[in-house]
Each structure stands twice: as structure tokens, then as C-alpha cells.
């Protein structure tokens, strides 16, 4: 298999959690480079995930890469402007960026349509939405310069519907927004070389999925039969199409939303 990503530069949001540390993972195996975001790269250590910056650089080094990091909220434009030049200074070119910070980041059981209060709809739009539009739009300015350039967003399969009971429905709001901003960005940006495509995952194991699942209903026997390839899905799932959308293999593919969610 040949090393998709040679000599690339990849910037990848949520590094710290279980699907953006595959991705990392992933991207670093394909011969990327990585410059790595989080507010918090411990933030799944309590359900045995990551535990520090340094583990996430681990992996990316025993795939024979390197990283840099940067703990940050990546809705904040000062962060990412950072991370961009900071970027650029080590590397040298913004090739990829992967928009995976993210998440339902507030308390499920105060997510209700009906009810839920207004300061979960901003801290919910802020880590879903305005992450990927603040860096998304903090690399362009080089990704234009460059003539060239993939952006690879991380919505949601409950995106494009709503919840059966009401509940996580600012996330899922949040994350049909991310759907359609990837295909006016991809709109927008073509012309100049740029391409934006987005993965949407079905239900992933990722440690804190697996510990919380129980808890809100979901990892049920019936709705593994809902499941074409009647398994969940683990996060070098969406690792590989996320590796897909950044390299030349995709190179006449942008404004997608694929449905990684086992059918
Ligand atoms: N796991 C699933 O089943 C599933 C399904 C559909 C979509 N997704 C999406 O995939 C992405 C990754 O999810 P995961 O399951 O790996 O979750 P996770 O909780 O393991 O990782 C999410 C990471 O994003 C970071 N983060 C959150 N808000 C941030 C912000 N404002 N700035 C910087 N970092 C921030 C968190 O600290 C965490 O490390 C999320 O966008 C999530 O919505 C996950």
C-alpha cells in the first residue's frame, strides 16, 4: 500500500479524542506531518482514553511522524490563527485540515427540544460549528496561496435527522450545520483548488461512547440489527475515509457528506 500522504501537512481538531487520535494515527501512518488541537487532550482519559498531549504524540510517532500541539478551543480565532502560523513556521504548508473537535458536550438529560436552555445551544454551536467555520477559515488564506488544499469535516449521522424523542437536538442542529457549510465552503473554494468534503459517522466505540452508551439507550441488540454489517463502528473506520478525502485519490471529489455508519 502506498504511503497516501507523503510530505503532507494535516491539521487535525480533537486530537485528543477517539476518533481525531485515529485520525492523527491514520494520517501520520500515510507519511503526514500533524500539528495537533485540543482544549483537552485528556478529556476521555477518565473512560481510558488518551491520558496526556504526550500519548496522542506517541502515536503519531511510532507511526514514524512527528507533531506538534497546541491546547486550545478551537472556536477561539486567536487559536487557530496560532496553530496556523505556528504551523507554517514548522512545516512550511497547510496541506489538510481536519475538523473533528466536537461532540454533544453538554448534559444529555437537559438536550431537549422543548427545553433546553440557552447556554447549552451556544456551548453546543460553539464546539461543533464554529470550530470547524474559525478553522476552516484560518487556513484558507494559505491553502489559496498554495493552489491546493483539502478540508475534511466530522458531522454527524443524526445530522440529517432529528432525535425520535427530542433529546440532543441542538447537536443535532449544530451538526446539520456543519453538513451544509461543507458544501457552500466546497461551493466557494473549488476554483481555487481547495476541496471540502465531510465524513458523517454512524455510532462509534470510541471510549467514551462505549462507557456512556448504557447510560442514554444506545448499543442496544436490536439496533445492531439496524446495522447492515451488523457491527459498530471503531474509529480507524472513519480514520480511513477521512485518509480517502485528504489524499489524490479523491482529487475530483469535494462538497460530499459520506455516511460512514456500517449501512
Ligand atoms: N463517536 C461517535 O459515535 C460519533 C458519531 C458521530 C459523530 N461524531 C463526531 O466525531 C467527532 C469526534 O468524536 P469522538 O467520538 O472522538 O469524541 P471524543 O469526546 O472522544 O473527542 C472529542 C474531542 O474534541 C475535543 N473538543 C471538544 N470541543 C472542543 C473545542 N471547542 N476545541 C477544541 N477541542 C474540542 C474534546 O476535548 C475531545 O478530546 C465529534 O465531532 C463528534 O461529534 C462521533
Redesign the pocket.
Known sequence: MPNLLTDKVAIV??A?????SAIAARLAQAGAVLSL?????A??AEWG?HASTASVVALVEAAGSQAIVAE????DRSVAAAVAEQTLAKFGAIDILVN????V?TAADRSFASTSPDEDLDTVF???YR?TVTFSQSVLGVMRQQGSGAIVN?????GHLSSRDGALSHYFAS?AAVSSYTTSLAQEVGSFGVRVNAVL????L????AAQAPDRGAVRPEQLQRISLRRY?Q?DDIAKVVEFFASDLASYVTGQVLAVNGG
Open positions: 481538531t480533537g485528543g479524542g477517539g476518533i481525531g488541537v485540543d482544549r483537552n487532550f478529556s476521555t482514553g486550545g478551543d478551537a472556536a473533528c473537535a466536537g461532540g458536550v460553539r464546539a461543533n470550530s466530522i458531522t454527524s449521522g443524526l451538526k459517522p454512524g455510532l462509534i470510541t471510549p467514551r461512547v463502528g474509529p
